[in-house]
């Protein structure tokens, strides 16, 4: 039987992208597209290492997140979850699947495009916290 995180995340599993919403210091919240990957119960995204959510994510690691349309139109349930930014082997799943659900993008093209500006690819754990769904 799934636990709750794992319920709560299970419409996304086959979704492409998910609006996050990052918070300012100010409580302003900022919405922005990412790609996500859920293994059981929780999920990965990547960023870079300049990136302003992740950024707002060291400073406040509340968060929110709703599937979402590749331009980033929110298409379903809020869910509220804490993110986490990943270090040194916990990385290594969160890189393989991300490769693995999106071969081209993942696999090739983000981890190139960082590489060639000089970017740290960086990858973020989200877990849903309790009365996650909205």
Not at 73 to 93: D, F, M, Q, W, Y
Request: hydrophobic share 40%.
């Amino acid at each position: 039987m799934m636990n709750h995180a794992a319920q709560i995340l299970e419409p996304f599993v086959k979704q492409w992208a998910i609006l996050l919403t990052t918070y300012k210091r100010d409580g302003t919240p900022v919405g922005t597209a990412v790609n996500i990957v859920v293994e059981g119960d929780h999920a990965y995204f990547r960023t870079w290492d300049t990136a302003w959510k992740l950024k707002r994510i060291r400073n406040n690691p509340e968060v929110e997140f709703v599937p979402c349309t590749p331009l980033g139109r929110p298409k379903g349930p809020t869910v509220r979850a804490s993110a986490r930014i990943l270090e040194g082997e916990e990385l290594a799943p969160a890189r393989r699947l991300l490769a693995r659900k999106y071969p081209l993008m993942h696999g090739i093209m983000v981890p190139l495009a960082h590489r060639l500006r000089g970017y740290t690819t960086m990858h973020i754990e989200l877990r849903p916290v309790q009365d996650a769904l909205q």
